[in-house]
């Protein structure tokens, strides 16, 4: 069975039991893996809190696919370990922050380091290529 980077098992699209919808929001389905939908439903309602979710085919967790610009490396988003919100506002590879405010960033770095769910969480505003619309389950323990 395939892993992702953080080696969380990749879902096959047929596996129905292995995922849930842990929240509808505007049109989006957030699908995650059932074992952790506790904390991305934690996580995705103080994340509509922050700044409501309103890309209807741009939001949402599990896609069985491959990371961006890889040819060999699962996305963390094939295990339904990893959610992304108002991807057009928070675009991959632009500016570490884009589209969030100073109040936003603090409100959510807070939220990772002290919510018991939240510590379980990485922000991919931290990537390399920084991807501030994604977060995802820190590495499998």
Known sequence: MP???NGYAVIAPD??????TVLKV?????????????????LLTFLDSVEPFAEPGWDGGYAHRLQRGSSTKWSEHAAGT???????????????YAGWTADQVRVIRWYLKTSAH?????WGADFTRPDPMHFQLKAAA
């Open 82 to 96: 990893a959610i992304d919100t108002n991807a057009s506002q928070h675009p991959m590879g632009g500016a570490r």
């Open 118 to 122: 939240g510590r379980r969480m990485e």
């Open 26 to 42: 505007g049109g989006a389905a957030f699908r995650v893996a059932t074992a952790h939908a506790a904390s991305f439903k934690a």
């Open 3 to 5: 892993k992702t980077p």
């Open 15 to 20: 596996d129905v039991d292995d995922l849930t």
